[in-house]
């Protein structure tokens, strides 16, 4: 199987400009490929995981990523898929968070010798002259195009103001200039980005001319991604002091029964028929396989002893292995009063709950277990001697702690 069709068979491909074309250029390695990153955070989350994903994949194909970190689109903030306007960051932190990118990127793509580049779009966007942009660039959009783009759509009837409705000006000024710098052929993209993505396609082609086309060929990434990026709880950082190890593991190890399959075609990168051998388990042999999807995205992410160590954490607290790489917290002599800690308190100390009141409710609501025994007394409380040997908490069926002194 070739390397595009892996990527059909694996779910990643939506939708396509040109498909004979697409296939030629990622299957003999002749791909110049960019994904844009805007930097909202400070860390890089699972939403972006299929794409860092897809760039490891199409570079092992011998293509070249160009990953471009929004710096400049950062300053205006994407309206895609948002009933309101992002809070605008100042400069300095938007130059942070590129740095903080860099590094978590480096752990997915090969830079070195040229393999693939970093782009910041702040180089060519903050200098830009407003009238000769507007007068070369924005002469090319037309405005009652723009409107029935479903991006914007969403967003006429709450109010989209000036500001965002520019960014995709922006952002095909970016495709435009990738491509004049770096040999830029191909823009991959979250299916809500199509809009957005056509324009730098076709933006290209006015400025270049029709011989452009085989040099402007956009593909789509399917949305799973977007959909991965949240829980309940929040993000699911890859950075390991927003998000353990342990706690990135469990987020794979709990994912629905009908998405397991998914996840590990579209992230993992076991062999598809490996995969596809899958598809008929059930039982204790789906379970197998989340373990199987957690196990690998986290050495993916943070390498293979802490992926080891995540794996026999949760064997440790479902009954199958040691609770030795268990994540923890400590108490100090601070949190005892007359030599006792009330179970709220740890609730609080281990960060299973946000505050007392919080705790005092799982625990009349039975969600709090300690040591596998359940505890509904919201007095109850402990000495130090009770550390001294294993003391796990819980709080539900995926929330837990080893409490140490």
């Excluded at 689109?73 to 895609?80: A, E, S």
């Excluded at 390991?240 to 990168?269: A, G, H």
Aim: aromatic share 10%; proline share 2%.
């Amino acid at each position: 199987m070739e390397l595009y069709e892996e990527l059909v068979a694996r779910g990643l491909i939506a939708q396509v400009t040109n498909e004979e074309e697409i296939k030629k250029l990622i299957n003999t390695g002749k791909a110049t490929f960019y994904i844009g990153f805007d930097p909202t955070a400070d860390s890089l989350h699972v939403g972006h995981f299929m794409a860092l994903c897809l760039m490891k994949r199409l570079q092992q194909g011998g293509n070249k990523p160009i990953a471009l970190v929004g710096g400049g689109t950062g300053m205006i903030g994407d309206p895609t898929g948002r009933t309101d306007m992002r809070l605008l960051m100042t400069k300095e932190t938007i130059e942070h968070n590129c740095e903080c990118f860099k590094k978590q990127m480096s752990r997915f793509i090969d830079f070195s010798d040229g393999k693939a580049l970093m782009v910041n779009n702040a180089d060519w966007l903050m200098d830009l002259n407003y009238i000769e942009f507007i007068r070369d660039i924005g002469s090319q959009f037309s405005v009652n195009k723009m409107l029935a783009a479903e991006c914007y759509k969403q967003r006429l009837e709450r109010g989209l103001n000036f500001l965002e409705f520019n960014y995709m000006l922006m952002q095909s000024y970016d495709f435009l200039m990738l491509y004049e710098k770096y040999g830029c052929n191909l823009e991959f993209g979250g299916d809500d980005q199509w809009s957005n993505m056509l324009g730098g396609t076709e933006l290209i082609r006015k400025k270049l001319g029709k011989d452009a086309h085989a040099m402007t060929i956009t593909l789509l990434l399917n949305s799973e991604g977007k959909k991965m990026g949240k829980t309940a709880k929040g993000a699911v950082w890859l950075d390991p002091e927003k998000t353990s190890p342990y706690d990135f593991y469990q987020y794979w190890r709990n994912v629905d029964d009908k998405d397991t399959i998914k996840c590990l075609k579209m992230l993992t990168f076991l062999p598809i028929e490996e995969i596809q051998a899958m598809e008929s388990w059930e039982g204790a042999e789906l379970n197998k396989a989340k373990e199987i999807l957690a196990f690998e995205l986290t050495k993916l992410v943070h390498g293979e002893e802490e992926a080891k160590k995540a794996e026999s954490a949760a064997k440790g607290i479902f009954g199958a292995g040691s609770s030795e790489n268990m994540p923890t917290a400590a108490l100090s002599d601070e949190d005892f009063t007359d030599g006792k800690v009330d179970l709220i308190g740890i609730l609080v100390k281990a960060g299973l709950v946000k505050s007392r009141s919080e705790g005092r409710r799982a625990i009349e609501q039975g969600g709090v277990t300690v040591n596998d025994d359940k505890v509904t007394d919201v007095y109850a409380s402990y000495t130090k001697d009770a550390f001294e040997k294993e003391f796990v908490v819980r709080r539900g069926k995926k929330s837990f702690k080893k409490i140490t002194l």
